[in-house]
């Protein structure tokens, strides 16, 4: 059975995940304690980072090599477009959210709220630096959404899955204001019904509920 280490919560692993069940992958799910680098953890990802993917008896990491080793291995349903321009934009775009974004948003709010190490109060500083730029990343989301109908263009790519995956985290503990642009509430919405979406919104970390709006496709 193939197998993908994971934490709920961690948008690269939400990103693959995404990807897996939108090209219909079946994959066992096993939650890796990360912050604790067992041996067997390093031996399987010296970077000590998840996601793992374990598939066809072969290891590998990295969450957008990962996902564009699926997209060549199975093109069917498309998640990057054919023209390399475009596929230029998708790979910009997927950067951008998981390096600008996770460093100016997600981990200063998702990894805050939720003390995966089990110790210490959320850091009030980083909580207000998170709440304050994920304004201008939905206001930048809006901007480009209301030139296309998806983030790169008009086909929802892997982009998408990018930009969703981290959302969706910040989504769980509540630090997305949907109110304040409809177009991005209504990209979410599309994302958020996908048959791919669902183990996602089943995600459940011991000690933190989600938001009660998380699972909701009318939110
Ligand atoms: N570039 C990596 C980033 C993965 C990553 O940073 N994962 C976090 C969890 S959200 C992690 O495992 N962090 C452990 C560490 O940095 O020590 C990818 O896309 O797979």
Redesign the pocket.
Known sequence: MNRLYH?S?????R?VRLTLAEKKVEVELVEER??E?SPEFLRRNP?????ILRIDGRIM????A?CEWLEETIPRPALMPADPMQRYEVRRLCMWF?DKF?HEVTSKLV?ERVKIRGQGYPDSKAIKSGSSRIKYHLDYMAWLLDQRSWLAGDEMTLADFAAAAHLSSLDYVSDVDWNRHAVVKDWYAKIKSRPAFRTILADQVPGHAPAHHYADLDF
């Open positions: 934490f919560l961690s948008p690269f692993c990103k990360y912050w680098q970077a000590g980072k998840v996601p990491t990295e969450s957008q990962i998981d996770y990894f």
